[in-house]
């Protein structure tokens, strides 16, 4: 079975520019969630989804971030304009859930490593 | 609110010799605990969890882990480490009473020396 798959798997730009990272979870999954890793602040929520619905976004840093999820099987993070403080690994994790409820864990991408220079 | 503390940065053991990884959680209903491990360049993948009945879970690749609600801790354990082994662990909450949020440790470094 394909896994949770995202791309790129690296991204270098230059500040300013626009960002895109998608994803795409698992199949039957309807929960999505949106992760930023650094070696200073570990591993941190940014947002997460559940059946195509934002349902806590108090983990995106600031206005320049932004996610979506028109269907069930695509979901994208949008940066804009990029700053080189959001140099990161991002990681986007899929997960079955209840109403309510999951006792699922989550299955994570390989992650999206993001170079702003 | 949900918290999880896992008190070493890193272990160090010797291929051969068993394991045990820390992790300490807090929350306001009963748990969801989970262990995941981390390779260089790769996602977190899922290698065990504990939901409710008996208090050691087995899990992938010979992992086990124990369950002590009186201690609040959930440790990762293995009989025979390997240096395969060698890779960033999270420890990781969720409270059974409501909502999809995971709270994740900030992770311990194994490794294994031949």
């Known amino acids: 079975d394909a896994g949770v798959i995202q791309s790129p798997r690296h991204e270098v730009t230059e500040m300013g520019q626009e960002v895109t990272l998608r994803c795409k979870p698992i199949s039957g999954h309807n929960s999505l969630f949106w992760y930023r890793q650094t070696m200073m602040r570990g591993l941190e929520l940014l947002i997460y989804?559940?059946?195509?619905?934002?349902?806590?976004d108090s983990g995106m840093p600031e206005d320049r971030f932004s996610a979506k999820m028109p269907n069930a099987s695509f979901s994208t993070l949008k940066i804009q304009p990029s700053e080189p403080r959001d140099s990161a690994v991002y990681f986007c994790?899929?997960?079955?859930?209840?109403?309510?409820?999951?006792?699922?864990?989550?299955?994570f991408g390989d992650g999206t490593r993001l170079s702003i220079l | 609110a949900q918290s999880v503390a896992q008190p070493e940065d890193q272990v160090n053991v010797a291929e051969g010799n068993p394991l045990t990884v820390k992790c300490t959680y807090s929350v306001s209903g009963n748990p969801y605990l989970f262990w995941y491990v981390q390779y260089p360049n790769r996602g977190l993948q899922f290698l065990l969890k504990y939901i409710t009945g008996d208090n050691l879970v087995k899990g992938s690749y010979g992992f086990e882990a124990e369950f002590n609600k009186s201690q609040t801790s959930f440790h990762l354990k293995k009989p025979s480490a390997l240096v395969s082994d060698s890779a960033l662990y999270f420890c990781a909450v969720r409270d059974s009473t409501g909502g999809f949020k995971t709270i994740f440790g900030a992770g311990t470094r194994l490794f294994v020396k031949a």
């Open positions: 994790a899929s997960s079955s859930t209840g109403t309510g409820y999951s006792n699922q864990p989550q299955h």
């Open positions: 989804f559940n059946n195509n619905v934002p349902i806590d």
